[in-house]
């Protein structure tokens, strides 16, 4: 089994409708971590956790909530999706019992998502 | 600001030549150094890091890169590409998060490779 899941792995909703991307881990990460990727763009970080009461803002966040329900689990939400939120979208995991900045993310194999 | 930039897009080689994806990155701390590749339809996976000490640094499936400080650059390398390496790669590098000791990964935009036969 995947270390890293995501569900769903595609999805086509349309514009103000709510959506939520969820991913969990069997991997015992503390940290986990929400990007898209656009085209050209590579990798945006959206949000990112260090831990269950630690939920922080990436470079791309407008738009966007999440939720940590567990240490394993961490949600995405779009509250009302747009059509220029139509993108992949990534879950990574991190482990930060190494103590070392930037350490190595492991990740799932996207969703899909397309705002008509 | 930090940040990473990859300078070609796209690059075709011939199955059996050699390869070099270019990497430039902008930090002002030691920088912690990474490389993933992408399939079509998969995640990321880890090719390679670098953290420290050697700077010519192994990574699987025959790739290595070799950190320049001096160029702020960080090359991925492989002598003889086969065609199962078509997929795009991604540079990224690790930076401090505030004070603390944690971090997160700033990418590059991507380098798409397609393989010739």
């Known amino acids: 089994d995947a270390d890293v899941t995501q569900t769903p792995r595609n999805r086509i909703t349309k514009t103000g409708k709510r959506i939520m991307l969820e991913c969990s881990q069997t991997?015992?990460?503390?940290?986990m971590y929400w990007y898209r990727q656009d085209p050209g763009l590579g990798l945006q970080l959206i949000y990112y956790?260090?831990?269950?009461?630690?939920?922080n803002k990436g470079e791309i966040s407008d738009g966007y909530s999440v939720s940590r329900q567990a240490q394993a689990k961490f949600s995405l939400s779009l509250e009302s999706a747009i059509p220029n939120q139509t993108a992949l979208y990534f879950c990574?995991?991190?482990?930060?019992?190494?103590?070392?900045?930037?350490?190595?993310?492991?990740f799932g194999p996207g969703t899909r998502l397309t705002v008509l | 600001a930090q940040s990473v930039t990859q300078p070609d897009i796209h690059i075709t080689v011939s199955e059996g030549a050699s390869l070099e994806l270019r990497c430039n990155y902008s930090?002002?701390?030691?920088?912690?150094l990474f490389w993933y590749v992408q399939s079509p339809g998969q995640g990321l996976q880890l090719l390679l890091k670098?953290?420290?000490?050697?700077?010519l640094v192994q990574g699987i499936k025959g790739f290595e890169a070799e950190f320049k400080r001096s160029q702020s650059s960080f090359n991925l390398r492989k002598p003889s590409v086969h065609w199962s390496d078509a997929a795009e790669y991604f540079c990224?590098?690790?930076?401090?998060?505030?004070?603390?000791?944690?971090?997160?990964?700033?990418f590059g935009q991507g380098t798409t490779l397609q393989v010739k036969p």
């Open positions: 990574a995991t991190s482990d930060s019992t190494r103590g070392q900045v930037g350490q190595e993310q492991f």
């Open positions: 991997k015992g990460h503390d940290r």
């Open positions: 956790s260090f831990d269950v009461k630690d939920i």
């Open positions: 930090y002002g701390a030691t920088p912690y």
């Open positions: 670098y953290f420290s000490g050697d700077t």
């Open positions: 990224a590098v690790g930076v401090r998060v505030g004070s603390s000791n944690t971090g997160k990964l700033i």
